[in-house]
């Protein structure tokens, strides 16, 4: 449900809403959701999402609910009255509880995937952790080593997986290495597997303008992107570049590639957020469970207001659902 | 003409096919072409640009030519013969004639602005000159201090100016100063008023991740870009920032702001590219004379192939002319 104060419970709600778009009829359970939050919050939200099924609060997440009825388990933490717009610790704390408590139930294998709404980091500092935010919560509970943020669309046909992300862009150039993109294509060609998309191709972006056009603009193109591509091939991997990074993007859109490997964090925001701001995912590669996430923040300014958007929620269920191996394309 | 071994010759005899979209009948001469290039080689684009008017070459540019002709004056540079495709010093050397005498007819008023073709930095170099591109002939033919590189696309309202263009991207991180920044902002405003738009809402753009997040992901919005808003805005200019740099592209084409000022070549021609491929606008700012330019290369892969597009370069006669103030917006 993620923060309480920021749109979260209204796009959940508005996603249940449609359920029939992707809640399987019982007896199939195969996509049943079970949130993970607060029941009272959520069915405040119903006069926006009239057509929401029944809600359940349950004190144990295996259990079943009513046929029809959306299981909603607060991992006892219940939450405060919400207050839209605001940043509260206490909100904060809560995020955190359930956050940690959906990670739980995938690593035990109770739940396939985990799709989250917008938290505050500030939230989260003020109830006393010292998480930067979801990404930092979901690595250190799942112990993964790396964790690789990326931004699907498969309306759009956009995929794109972050070498580098939340620093500084002086940091993120001083942190490319062959290693660290050989494995960002490696764990790429697996989430395009897991997919099972019939063609895996992956562009892999340059950093300078023009790709450093032989070197006249910059060299960690042939320093380092090329030795990581050409490790890539040779291991068999359906990987080309380093690309112009200001047309790779719209190549891959027009079906030249299937996803494209970015060194830094606004390389590949910039023309996601441009194409797909209202439908995008986030999706967290590199941690031993599928999670997925809406492509925007709490959105404190529009929240309580009844008009944000399901759309990118809806999306992140849809993509979960592939990875998770719960209905495919067209399914 | 640019390099008459790529798409330049074809896009701008299809161009001067679509002439009564924008030549004005005769006697009015707001807005006469006046080709600089060789007659022969446009001539020879016919075929797939029937409706070309009827060609005059012309020894001295002043020269006006029939009513309904278009002179074509080769500056004492005829061309070779062309070899589509290939880089060749000959053509590089035209291709810098045609550029320099153009330069110099708007340098003493004979033209009101020139609009460029492309070229291929690797045939000046054939041809032994030392001048990086288009960009740097200009420069230095006018004398020039500094230069802006700017991409512009009405349809799209799109308008970028960049602080810093063609050098590696952790040079551009290490040229950004509080003076500069500041200076792109005044460029900005002069084009925005040339345009006679009635805003001039100049958003400047951050260089880190989410404009560095109140200094978490980078202190060059604190330490310089925020100071150059500062001062501009106190010069009374009409200018916010620093922005998201994933977010202030749409936001400008969704109408928020007039232009955005962009800290480096990616960032703004990322979603340029994106969004305005094949009818976008590169202008260089700073120059004592008006100067668009096709946004896209010589194309060597499609010259000769009778496909390339002139929406570009019409794009581009269309912003010069409201550059030079001959003919606004709608008329």
């Not at 008009?307 to 979960?320: G, K, T």
Request: glycine fraction near 10%.
């Amino acid at each position: 449900m993620g923060d309480v104060n920021g749109v979260g419970p209204e796009i959940l709600a508005k996603a249940l809403a449609r359920h029939r778009e992707w809640m399987p009829a019982p007896p199939d359970t195969r996509t049943a959701p079970l949130v993970i939050g607060d029941a009272g919050v959520l069915e405040a939200q119903r006069p926006v999402a009239r057509a929401m099924p029944p809600l359940e609060a349950v004190d144990d997440p295996a259990h079943a609910p009513a046929p029809g009825a959306v299981a909603v388990y607060d991992a006892q933490a219940p939450a405060p009255a919400p207050t839209p717009g605001e940043v509260t610790g206490e909100a904060g704390r809560c995020a955190v509880a359930w956050l940690r408590a959906a990670v739980r139930l995938a690593l035990a294998g109770d739940v396939a995937a985990v799709v989250t709404c917008p938290l505050s980091k500030m939230g989260i500092r003020l109830a006393g952790y010292e998480y930067m935010g979801h990404t930092d919560v979901l690595q250190r509970e799942t112990g993964a080593d790396r964790v690789w943020m990326c931004c699907f669309s498969e309306p759009r046909r956009m995929r794109i997986v972050h070498v580098t992300a939340h620093c500084p862009l002086s940091m993120s150039l001083g942190a490319l290495s062959a290693d660290r993109i050989a494995e960002a294509v490696r764990v790429s060609a697996e989430a395009l597997a897991r997919l099972e998309l019939p063609r895996r191709r992956i562009a892999v972006a340059g950093v300078n303008p023009h790709a450093g056009e032989d070197g006249l603009l910059g060299s960690e193109e042939s320093d380092v992107i090329a030795p990581a591509v050409a490790r890539c091939v040779a291991e068999g991997y359906d990987c080309s570049g380093p690309y112009p990074p200001d047309t790779v993007f719209r190549r891959m859109m027009e079906g030249e590639f299937d996803l494209v490997v970015a060194m830094y964090h606004d390389q590949g925001h910039i023309p996601f957020k441009l194409v797909a701001m209202d439908e995008g995912v986030s999706v967290t590669l590199g941690l031993p469970i599928v999670r997925t996430s809406v492509d925007h923040g709490t959105a404190y300014d529009i929240a309580g207001k009844g008009v944000a958007r399901e759309a990118s929620l809806c999306e992140a269920v849809r993509l979960a659902e592939r990875f998770a191996g719960r209905g495919g394309e067209g399914s």
